[in-house]
């Protein structure tokens, strides 16, 4: 019998009250006000009538390892789906609830985390008992919503000023589907690399950022019965063109939709049903850690600038990087500091298409790269699978900057990743595409 394509969609909102802290900017310490927009966790189910697969979309800044443990387990125990075949990704909106163990970026709150879990879970089953036939037709064009923010530092600060000459990812990758018991019913997955940060730090309010105000435009544009799933890419070093209000969050959203309508309308590449799916996990190494009369003298010099600092933001990021240190300290005296953390790298291929899932903040030149090491059309997925924060090219550790010197400290690691760290990931990504594949 021949396979046919069997596609399900579910969205259900993740919404916290007001109170729950949102994540993402050291300065912003009290809870949410209120709501801009609503968060979502969106899944798309897709099987070829022999394997099938969920893909789950969470407006969040990350997910936990053992949060990514518990949705798989409690997914495939629903649907029968392969734990390899289940592919979590987070949006990465800064304007979004706290759901992971940083430090100074927004607390946790648990209760609410577990609620959120369950609606997780619950919208991936959906999506699976909602299958129907369809078709699945790939458009690949270009955006220019993102601009590299890795330029030249100005001195006295971490903060490189925007690029516009700057490497970026600029592809736009469109999954475009068409449900036939639905009749008109259209469904897209959309793929670019940018950071949802067109709000900042000032912003008290919930929001999926951009990728929220695309989904709405694209039901403008395309009906109500329309609906979509947003994967990021490789957004460590690119940021919104334009930043500042909800005026800009719009604009940008806008934009990014009408170049998924005008790429995915005029797709006409219809892959074949066919649903694979792996995972390997890797030892993925920090850069040499301190010593422990370096770890105490960490400590002394962030209390002594704590007690220096000039405005309400240097005294936020000060107070965060203290309670690293202390930690770290701590941590160096029970001998507890690990030398590297273990990521889950995924892949699920479409027809041709590869999806490519890292548990990263993942740059630009890493992207292309991939893409230039794999013959098959392939989205680079970060956040995927768990966020281990900013996987930086050797060459962008020499040149430092915020990503290199301080994210870390927000992720409660000793120091950040190795200049090796990123080269072993792509190639344990490639060689994992090519065991699948070929």
């Known amino acids: 019998m021949p396979r046919s394509w069997h596609i399900g969609f579910a969205a259900n909102p993740i919404t916290p009250p007001a109170g729950v802290h949102l994540a993402g900017y050291a300065l912003r310490k009290q809870g949410n006000i209120g709501v801009l927009d609503p ?19 969470c407006d969040l800044l990350g997910l936990e390892r053992d949060d990514i443990q518990k949705i798989k387990t409690a997914i495939r125990r629903q649907t029968g789906l392969a734990t390899e075949a289940i592919f979590i990704a987070a949006t990465h909106t800064h304007s979004g609830p706290a759901s992971m163990h940083t430090i100074g970026i927004g ?44 330029g030249k530092i100005r001195q006295g600060s971490i903060h ?50 951009f990728p929220g105000a695309t989904h ?8 109500e019965h329309a609906d979509a799933l947003f994967l990021n890419g490789a957004a460590g070093n690119v940021n919104p063109k334009w930043m500042g209000d909800y005026n800009l969050v719009q604009r940008t959203g806008r934009r990014l939709a009408e170049q998924i309508v005008e790429i ?13 799916a792996a995972c390997r996990s890797i030892s993925v190494p920090f850069a040499r850690l301190p010593s422990e009369s370096q770890w105490k003298a960490a400590v002394r010099e962030y209390e002594q600038a704590l007690q220096k600092a000039k405005d309400d933001e240097e005294r936020a990021v000060l107070s965060a990087c203290l309670t690293w240190a202390r930690r770290m300290a701590a941590k160096e005296v029970s001998r507890e500091k ?19 899932g890292l548990p990263f903040e993942v740059f630009a030149e890493t992207s292309l790269a991939l893409k230039r090491a794999i013959p098959n059309p392939v989205m680079v997925c970060g956040y995927s699978n768990g966020n281990f924060g900013y996987l930086p090219p050797a060459q962008e550790i020499a040149k430092g900057g915020y990503e290199v010197e301080e994210a870390h400290k927000f ?28």
């Open 39 to 57: 968060v979502f966790c969106r899944a798309l189910a897709i099987a070829d009538g022999h394997a099938g697969a969920v893909i789950l979309s």
């Open 107 to 150: 607390d946790r709150d648990e209760a609410w985390m577990e609620g959120c879990l369950r609606v997780i879970i619950a919208t991936a089953v959906q999506a699976w008992q909602r299958r129907q036939p369809g078709s699945l037709r790939l458009g690949i064009g270009e955006t220019d919503i993102g601009v590299n923010r890795r």
């Open 160 to 209: 490189p000023a925007p690029d516009p000459r700057g490497t970026v990812d600029r592809t736009l990758t469109v999954l475009w589907m068409e449900l036939q018991q639905s009749g008109t019913a259209t469904l897209m997955v959309f793929h670019c690399g940018c950071h949802p940060t067109v709000l900042g730090a000032d912003n008290r309010r919930v929001s999926a950022d």
């Open 216 to 223: 709405r435009f694209l039901k403008a544009m395309l009906g």
């Open 264 to 276: 995915g309308q005029r797709s006409t590449v219809f892959l074949k049903p066919s649903v694979r």
């Open 338 to 356: 690990p030398a590297g953390i273990t990521a889950e790298i995924q892949i699920l291929c479409l027809g041709d298409l590869v999806l490519l």
């Open 411 to 438: 992720y409660g690691y000793p120091a950040h990743f190795a200049a090796t760290a990123e080269e072993k990931v792509v190639n344990a990504a490639r060689e994992l595409v090519e065991s699948v594949l070929w």
